[in-house]
């Protein structure tokens, strides 16, 4: 069990994120359905299920990048404390999305700028949020191409150039660089091979640990929520039907979905 | 009008060439651009006798603001007797039937492709720019609807981003010309591909600066007296051109020289790109190195029509 939560045992903690009834529907479609549930800091949250059964709908939804359709996502907002994120003004949570939040795609072209150097890309972040040094934005770049262990002598390669385990390092270094409170991650490790996965996913916890960073990690790899995940809820679709500490889960299925689930047939 | 004045422009067309409507349409954008300086305001333009490129969007405005009495002065790259500045005045002279100089003080409205005169404008005093890409944040955000948001909510870190990669490949900033301006310090603006060297000039100007982006549609304005910062890094300042020769024809020292080439065997000088000022001031008798060289001067001018001509 993680610090995070022994700290939420002895009720020293207040949540990052308090989710409330989420529910989102595309037309008569059932994305997620009736979701809660809460996120303390530093505490890593996997998220399961087959496909299209509303996973990356629900991240979509709790990162604000899809509004729901009913239901709320109270986030512990550095200055002001828990706020509903879908009452904010559309600059606050833009804000929010590129200082406090970090979203790392499965797809890097959705998370990266292709045509910036890896440095600019790192940088990027800094600079909306006023950093106007040059040198320094540099020392940040080199220091976080360093973190996710990429070539430093690669700063001024455009990410076009890297391979795929490289473009998520530097997506990841890109987020992390404002020091964000909670991350999301939608399949990281997703379309990569073995041997990469299992090295950025190495990086990815110690990282997470590290830095004590809350994330909410949508995978249908359960080797990928063992080896980060402190609980994790398995979905079906668009309900959570099983939650709680992830390897009492992963050991003690109650649902029979979930025991399906972690059965070998369905692992990929 | 009174029936004794007497129409002085090519009866066929309407007065400056646009009918009314549109040009209340273009001075209701200009009103709202000078209200909120450096924002880009939407505008029905019209199609215009001449291809995009040949400053259709500057045409409009000048079109737009432009009375009977006024006097044009038209420049590209600072020369006034290029094609393109030549034939932007005969079409004002004959569609407006206004006066025409070469002479920065004597005009109410100048209207420039990427050059601001090296004479100091005074309160009164137009300057319409010709616009070929108004969204500053176009190269790295393709989407229109992103960087609406940008301007919207004043997020500008982007611009940044450009100005990094520059001295990340180059080592200082080299960005020359559509360098990135913050106006009143709220909108961030291209000023038009004019060289840097003239962006300390659109800060506390006296003069109206007005911008037409014809193809885009696109107006947008500096009111007298604002502030227009150039973006830089506090370890990369801004910086303007500077050159170790002086203008060859007028011994300028503080002017923009362009390089011409004089024959095949590398020979060159360097000549003010604004044609009347060094005009001037050879009239005031200054003079460079070739100032008394007739076949300097020639060689000058043919320059400055191949550089027009693109
Ligand atoms: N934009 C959309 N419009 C309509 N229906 C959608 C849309 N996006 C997702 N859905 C539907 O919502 C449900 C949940 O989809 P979602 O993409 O969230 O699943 P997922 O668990 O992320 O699947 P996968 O593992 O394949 O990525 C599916 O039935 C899907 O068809
Ligand atoms: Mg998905
Ligand atoms: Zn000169």
Redesign the pocket.
């Known amino acids: 069990m993680s610090a995070a939560m022994a700290m939420d045992l002895a009720g020293e903690r207040r949540p990052l994120l308090k989710v409330d009834r989420l529910t989102k529907h ?2 008569e ?4 359905e009736d979701v809660s549930f809460v996120l303390y800091p530093g505490e890593v949250i996997g998220i399961v ?10 991240l979509n939804v709790l990162s604000a990048q899809m509004h729901p359709t009913t239901g709320t996502v109270d986030y512990d907002l550095r200055a002001q404390g828990p706020r509903d994120i879908f009452t904010l003004s559309e600059p606050e949570r833009r804000k929010l999305m590129r200082t406090d939040w970090g979203i790392v795609h499965q797809n890097p072209r959705d998370g990266l700028r292709m045509n910036v150097s890896a440095g600019g890309n790192v940088g990027e972040r800094l600079m909306a949020i006023g950093a106007r040094h040059y040198g320094e934005l540099r020392r940040e770049g080199l220091d976080w191409m360093t973190k996710v262990e990429l070539d430093t002598s690669r700063i001024d390669d455009k990410p076009k150039t890297f391979s795929g385990g490289m473009q998520q390092r530097l997506q990841i270094a890109r987020n992390l660089v404002t020091r964000p409170r909670l991350v999301f991650m939608d ?1 990281p490790t997703g379309g990569l091979d073995v041997s990469v996965q299992a090295r950025l996913l190495d990086l990815l916890r110690g990282l997470v640990r590290e830095l004590g960073i809350a994330a909410i990690i ?1 995978t ?1 790899d359960l080797a990928v929520v063992r080896l980060l995940a402190d609980r994790l809820m398995v ?1 079906r679709r ?1 309900r959570v039907v099983e939650a709680g500490l992830t390897d009492q889960v992963l050991d003690d299925p109650h649902h029979p979905y979930t025991q399906l689930l972690v059965s070998s047939v369905l692992q990929v | 009008m009174s029936a004794l004045e007497e129409v002085r422009w090519d009866a066929a067309y309407n007065f400056a060439y646009l009918d009314e409507q549109t040009k209340r349409m273009i001075r209701r954008a200009l009103l709202k651009a000078i209200a909120v300086p450096g924002y880009q305001v939407p505008f029905g333009g019209r199609e215009m006798p001449l291809a995009y490129g040949w400053g259709t969007g500057g045409i409009q405005v000048t079109a737009s603001v432009i009375g009977p009495d006024d006097t044009l002065k038209v420049i590209d790259q600072g020369a006034d007797d290029t094609t393109n500045a030549v034939s932007i005045r005969r079409f004002f002279s004959r569609v407006a039937g206004v006066d025409t100089t070469e002479a920065t003080e004597e005009a109410d409205i100048i209207q420039t492709r990427h050059r601001i005169p090296e004479a100091p404008l005074r309160e009164g005093q137009v300057l319409v720019y010709q616009v070929p890409q108004p969204e500053p944040l176009r190269q790295l955000e393709p989407r229109e609807t992103e960087t609406r948001k940008m301007h919207g909510y004043a997020e500008y870190g982007l611009m940044h981003v450009r100005l990094y990669e520059d001295i990340a490949r180059y080592g200082h900033i080299a960005t020359t010309y559509s360098y990135p301006v913050m106006v009143n310090g709220r909108y961030l603006m291209s000023p038009s591909p004019i060289p840097k060297f003239d962006n300390p000039k659109m800060q506390d100007n006296p003069a109206i600066q007005l911008f037409g982006a014809g193809r885009e549609k696109r107006i947008y304005a500096i009111p007298p007296y604002a502030s227009v910062k150039s973006l830089d890094f506090d370890d990369h300042p801004f910086e303007v051109q500077t050159w170790d020769e002086a203008c060859a024809l007028c011994g300028a020292q503080n002017s923009y020289l362009d390089e011409v080439v004089l024959d095949d065997r590398g020979g060159k000088m360097f000549v003010c790109s604004d044609t009347h000022f060094c005009a001037d001031r050879r009239a005031e008798g200054h003079r460079g190195e070739l100032g008394g060289d007739p076949a300097a001067l020639a060689f000058a001018r043919t320059a400055e029509e191949e550089g027009a001509d693109r």
């Open positions: 595309y037309g479609q059932v994305g997620c299920g087959e496909s299209g059964s509303g996973k990356s709908t629900l399949e949508v249908h979905m668009g």
